[in-house]
């Protein structure tokens, strides 16, 4: 799959873009907070009508207008396809499809599956578990539509339960019907995640070590209420507490994954190097992974992620990613042109340069067509 151009209009700090895209690498220098992450999130807001960062969507039209505009012109499965999105503030969004408006966004994921790469990746560590649980539920659903299903009524369901929680009810007659919805729903979840770690552990620890270049070991390990006990018997037996306490504690909705570096959690033992490591093999392996399953190649983003990253590890990334046969469309940002001249020499004359200032995207002509090569 390829983005060949995107218009922007009103997204955050860029008023106004028209840009066109190589099929191949496409670069963005600039300085700090000058908007070079901004492309890449209008990018990434055409594959999933979200922001990246989850910011809300009044956050992301820019701070001077009423509404934004985002157009993307693809080619899918050789195909031509056109998504367009406008958002209004205070009103809902609307998206798309080659000139047709999609009933519900839901219906949009999966058609444009794109993987991020960011400084933020750091609360996949860091940060609680469901970040962990949105690093699931994101992978699962772009090739999995009951599990996106399953998700929105899982949630509606324990929505339900809390709010009987809340009003004082009793009557286990009114909980059970609810808890059978939160059951099937949430069983289903439980299955298709539980099968993805495994399927997904041996393709991330091979890019962890890929970058790593060492001899470390790294794994992930699934944490559910529901490994030991079915769901209906663990709402039944925390009813009573749940009432207390005033929500439902037991669920899925409570699942992680232990990240895991030896036998210790990555998050207490990992220095900043492993750590980058580890976000950046994970999310190497959700664009692998995607791509078997789906069928297509995913869109990469990498945003800044050469930083607190020794030279060998940039060099060993540098690499992996300028290999055409493993890796398709590329943007990246960075501040330090070195780096990008660095990919650009792997991938020879198939490139755009960007620069960035203030909003202002400006593309940059290829050296080597100044030099007549």
């Not at 990434?44 to 956050?59: E, R």
């Not at 794994?219 to 039944?236: F, G, T, V």
Request: charged share 25%; net charge negative.
């Amino acid at each position: 799959m390829i983005l060949n151009c995107v218009s922007i209009l009103n997204f955050k700090n860029i008023e106004e873009a028209a840009l066109q895209f190589s099929p191949k690498v496409n670069c963005f220098i600039g300085n700090n907070g000058m908007g070079k992450t901004n492309i890449l999130d209008a990018i990434y807001y055409l594959s999933f009508s979200k922001s990246y960062i989850n910011q809300g969507d009044s956050m992301v039209i820019h701070h001077d207008a009423d509404f934004l505009m985002l157009k993307g012109d693809y080619t899918r499965r050789a195909e031509p396809l056109e998504i367009a999105l406008s958002l209004q503030r205070g009103k809902r969004k609307t998206m798309k499809r080659n000139g047709k408006e999609y009933k519900k966004l839901s219906e949009h994921i999966g058609l444009l599956p794109a993987v991020m790469v960011s400084p933020m990746d750091w609360e996949l560590i860091r940060g609680a578990g469901d970040e962990r649980r949105r690093l699931m539920d994101m992978i699962i659903s772009q090739s999995n539509a009951e599990y996106l299903a399953a998700l929105i009524r899982y949630g509606k369901a324990i929505e339900n339960r809390n709010a009987l929680i809340k009003q004082g009810y009793r009557d286990p007659i009114l909980f059970e019907t609810v808890e059978e919805q939160m059951c099937a729903a949430g069983q289903y979840i439980h299955e298709c995640r539980k099968a993805w770690v495994e399927d997904f552990s041996p393709i991330f620890m091979n890019y962890y070590q890929a970058i790593s270049g060492s001899a470390e070991t790294v794994s992930l390990e699934y944490k559910s209420h529901l490994n030991d006990k079915p769901m209906a018997q663990l709402l039944a037996e925390c009813r009573d507490r749940d009432t207390i306490i005033g929500y439902t504690s037991r669920g899925v909705h409570r699942d992680d994954i232990e990240l895991l570096l030896g036998q210790h959690s990555m998050r207490k033992t990992g220095s900043q190097g492993q750590c980058k490591t580890y976000t950046i093999a994970l999310r190497l392996a959700q664009y692998d992974f995607l791509k078997r399953v789906s069928g297509i190649t995913p869109i990469l983003l990498l945003d800044d992620i050469f930083d607190k990253l020794d030279a060998s590890r940039v060099e060993n990334i540098i690499s992996m990613v300028s290999n055409s046969d493993n890796f398709g469309q590329i943007f990246i940002t960075d501040t330090n042109r070195t780096h990008l001249d660095e990919i650009v020499k792997y991938v020879g004359s198939d490139y755009r340069i960007f620069m960035v200032n203030s909003g202002v995207v400006q593309s940059l002509p290829n050296e080597d067509k100044e030099d007549g090569l």
